[in-house]
């Protein structure tokens, strides 16, 4: 059976779970995946078939500020285009299932060639008041028309009451959570050495996170990891800052990394932008968090609130960097942020992504295959009686 994974390539997180999705089926299906840019790079690395698109949208933003409105309205970038390549790709691929991590345009494309299509999101609905209101909420009243067109439309977060994307969720008929969907397994050693690891991303919009990290670290003498996204902003972070390789040991600088696991395995503080992925893979390791969503990102701040209610991490705003450095003695010191980080390093063995995603899409499989056979024993019967009717008469 041929399965064709699609990727919306803005923000890395869709990118490292739908590698998690194609790692659980490989052994047992044929892999391909349609991306685009250093989407498409990173599933290369991994030996996959990638077949590559346009992107639909281009996230925009500015000073920490996440802007929907241009990132919706970018004529850069044409939907339309996209479904068009989309076509061409499922037509010459002919995937038995299609599954679509937020890449919108694949969906509509596979639904016009009625291929089936499993859909991956963490984001439904949102609860958040903005000005944007009035664009937020059609939106994703649009996308539920196309979720409920889905065969499932799976969450890859834990189930209720520990969702965290619980208030970016509308519950929808073909709704399944499935735990976090991490490229890693998560073995039983909690390896601490003591550093905090930022992984806000190279966006330029969040180069203060960094700067600020970087001076409570040469302040504190803390031992910090930066990991940046790209080497122009390494490059400047480290200009800033005023680093020599021979002193300030205690800060490394990360430009790209291609060993996310053991960073993250031996952290002790995770600072994250509130981005689904990334908190996923800090919990499952049981790493606490400290997230600081993009001002004006519905779904990031949504994602803090929860981390923050369920006590494994501290929110703060982007406005409120003065208070960062509180905030990571708040976690080194007060003992419950650990212990209910391991809580959800406990429920993420319990609710693991990779298996669940298998085990919907081999009883897709078997569903349909005993369907067809039920289809064909029933045409075969028909035809049996309609012959016994003939030499009756």
């Known amino acids: 059976m041929k399965i064709l994974i699609s990727v919306c390539g803005e923000g890395f997180g869709h990118t490292t779970r739908c590698v998690a999705i194609g790692e659980a089926l490989k052994d047992d299906y044929e892999i391909a995946y349609v991306a685009y840019g250093k989407s498409k790079d990173f599933i290369e690395k991994y030996n996959f078939k990638v077949f590559e698109t346009f992107p639909e949208i281009k996230l925009k933003g500015k000073d920490g500020k996440f802007d929907i409105t241009s990132t919706i309205f970018n004529k850069e970038y044409s939907p339309r285009k996209a479904i068009e390549r989309e076509i061409e790709i499922i037509k010459g691929y002919n995937p038995d299932l299609v599954i679509s991590d937020c890449k919108y345009s694949t969906i509509v494309a596979a639904k016009l060639l009625k291929k089936p299509v499993i859909c991956i999101s963490n984001q439904n609905y949102t609860r958040y008041k903005l000005k944007t209101d009035l664009i937020v909420y059609p939106t994703m009243k649009a996308l539920n028309v196309i979720h409920e067109k889905c065969e499932k439309f799976v ?20 709704m399944e959570f499935i735990g976090p969907l991490i490229r890693y397994d998560v073995d039983n050693v909690d390896n601490v050495e003591g550093y905090i690891l930022s992984v806000i991303g190279g966006f330029e919009y969040r180069y203060k996170i960094l700067e600020e990290l970087g001076n409570i670290a040469l302040k504190n003498n803390l031992n910090v990891k930066l990991v940046c996204g790209c080497y122009e ?161």
């Open 155 to 174: 969450v890859p977060d834990f189930p209720p009451p520990y969702t965290i994307c619980e208030y970016n969720l509308k519950i929808i008929k073909n």
């Open 233 to 393: 902003v390494a490059k400047k972070i480290k200009n800033d800052l005023k680093l020599k390789s021979y002193k300030n040991k205690n800060i490394e600088i990360i430009p790209i990394t291609t060993n996310m696991k053991e960073l993250i395995k031996n952290a002790e503080i995770v600072v994250s932008h509130g981005g689904h992925s990334t908190i996923m893979e800090a919990l499952s390791f049981g790493k606490p968090l400290i997230v600081i969503p993009d001002l004006d990102h519905p779904e990031q701040g949504n994602n803090a609130k929860k981390v923050h209610e369920l006590g494994c991490g501290i929110a703060l705003s982007y406005k409120e960097l003065y208070r960062l450095e509180e905030a990571i003695f708040d976690i080194k010191n007060m003992r419950m942020y650990k212990r209910n980080a391991l809580k959800m390093k406990e429920l993420a063995k319990k609710y693991n992504g990779k298996k669940n995603i298998k085990k919907i899409i081999d009883d897709f499989f078997e569903t349909k295959s005993n369907l067809r056979k039920y289809y064909l024993t029933d045409r075969i019967t028909n035809k049996l009686i309609n012959k016994i009717k003939l030499k009756i008469r």
